[in-house]
């Protein structure tokens, strides 16, 4: 990025960048619009890829990537941003038109190695960001004299005000939200984030808060009821159910079978749910048997849901007859093999001295077959699935 002269930096959650950066944490980078294509072309290079989040889920002006950390194993979840869109968890309901001032005032993280949001305008962003999704929560912590930040919002708060100067950062709020305002940010700052603080900021402000609107009041009811259920869905959908009933975040280049083989089930079937964790904090997985009684019924599910964009493991090649049984789905699977078929295997002789690949490919180079020696620890062949089948997302 700095190569290209592309104006971005990470913008919230800089106290915990580092976690962020070796796959801990998201990291969200607000980057110039105007340059999209050149930063897509980059991400592209270093290994970033693509992903589609459903309609009900999206954000708008917000998109997400995914890498693979090849040491570690971790995935990298990016967040670009093009727009400053800011709201709770279930609806990001505003958009605060200050990216330009968040870009010509960012600084250069010398130990990340790349460019952060000003502390005053990451602390003054955050504090507005709270002050606009004020709700009844809210309201009754402050009934109750309870906190209205939790405990993480809180913190960063505390380590922003450590590193920010209030006449910098007075002289920045006066500009965005006017003097009233800023006053009131200043007392929260200095103070304690109260519910009635934050409720006075947000209509003080000039112009009001609740100007940033990007829905209309019973239009965001009505919106964040949907994502809540859209949500919980998909949330129980990724950890328990693994069905096709509601997609969440799946890839924009199209959905991918693997097929596992090997003679132990146990080894095989353990190494798949360990792949499947992996993969579900951030994508939709569908995890199926390659021999079950109805075998044709689980390859047309396995069709139905790479089409969709989701990433399906199968436990065991798919058995079955291939004939032209006159149905579309049977006729699919044959003609569209799966993307990657990972063969675990032991040595049938003891290794040669030396240094020995835990992955190793037979014949011409290929991303299709690919066997894994299991007589290396479970985390190197791990590592080395985890390697191979994100060649081929």
Known sequence: ?????????????????????????????????????????????????????????????????LALDSDTGRLVHLHLH??????????????????????????????????????????LLLIAGKAITLGLIDRMAGWLGRPCMDALARSDLRWLAARTDPHRLAELSEGLLGKEATRLLLDIVSGEPSYRLLRALKRRAIPPLSAYRTYTPAGAVVRRG??????LAVALNRRILRSLVIPGRTLSSGGLVIVFEGEDENERATLVDRIAAWLTWKLDVLVLHGRPRNSRATRRKAFRARSRGMIVLYDGFPEGQRRDTGNAPERAWDADPPDLVIKLRRAPRPEPEGHTEVVTREGRPTRHNVDIDLDHSPEQVLLAVQRALWQEV
């Open 1 to 65: 990025m700095h190569a290209a002269r592309l104006s971005y930096c990470h913008w919230k959650g800089n106290a915990r960048l580092q976690a962020a950066v070796v796959g801990r944490r998201d990291l969200d980078i607000l980057v110039d619009r105007d340059r999209s294509l050149a930063l897509s072309a980059i991400l592209a290079t270093v290994g970033f890829k693509r992903c589609t989040s459903s309609p009900w889920t999206a954000v708008p002006a917000l998109e997400d990537y």
């Open 82 to 123: 093009y727009r400053l869109t800011v709201g709770d968890g279930f609806l990001k309901g505003y958009r605060l038109p200050w990216e330009a001032m968040v870009l010509s005032t960012r600084q250069f993280d010398a130990t990340m190695a790349m460019y952060v949001a000003d502390p005053h305008m990451e602390l």
């Open 226 to 231: 949907i994502r809540m259920v859209v949500g």
